[in-house]
């Protein structure tokens, strides 16, 4: 099974990561993270680079393919070869992925239309913009098309996915492995849990370019 895995300048590491390492212990499953261009690709805010090994003329029809977010992810949402890989990819995809503002992708690709899809709290009206039906639950299947919330909800999504693809034992096994148990300090992690002064504070500081 062949993955593909969308990177450009300040894509954001977990939302790629965070899949990989949940998506590489599939059986005879091969990660492949693709740019426009292959080489280094830097990260949100800078200092972290990831390695593009493929460009998009090399990867053309993944089984799964999987477009992370950016704090800004306008630039690639316009790029017109990157959407153009999209579709083309999206025809031949088992499932068709996406984690946080990656979403904004798949809209911006034309792939969102009238389905349920989900992304970033703080991108969610931009959703509607592609004709999809936000819903803030953190993983959304509708068809082959799986959309994750928030950067974290990457992994959440690629467990499904082996789950969809394996069965859900191995996909325990790779939970395991992994030690994916999450017990957060606090439960802040969800506009719904979060106190109504952080919530506030983090649209003030961090309001999405959208």
Known sequence: MEV???????????????????????????????????????TDFGMLSLSADYSLDE???????????????RAVAADSSVLDWVRNAHEHTRWTTSVCTGALILGAAGLLQGI????????????????????????????????????SAGIDMALRLAALEFGDELAQEIQLIIEYDPQPPFQAGSPATAPAEIRERVLSKYELPL
Request: hydrophobic share 45%; proline share 8%; no cysteine.
């Open 116 to 151: 349920d899809a989900t992304t970033h709290w703080m991108a969610h009206a931009a959703l509607q913009d592609f004709g999809a039906r936000p819903t803030l639950e953190r993983v959304v299947r509708d068809g082959k098309i799986i959309t994750a919330a928030g950067v």
């Open 59 to 73: 990867v053309t029809r993944p089984d799964i393919l999987l477009l992370p977010g950016a704090p800004d992810p």
């Open 4 to 42: 593909a895995i969308l990177l450009y300048e300040g894509v954001t590491a977990l939302d790629s990561v965070g899949p990989y390492e949940v998506l590489h212990l599939m059986p005879d499953t091969e990660v492949k993270f693709v740019a426009t261009e292959k080489g280094l690709v830097r």
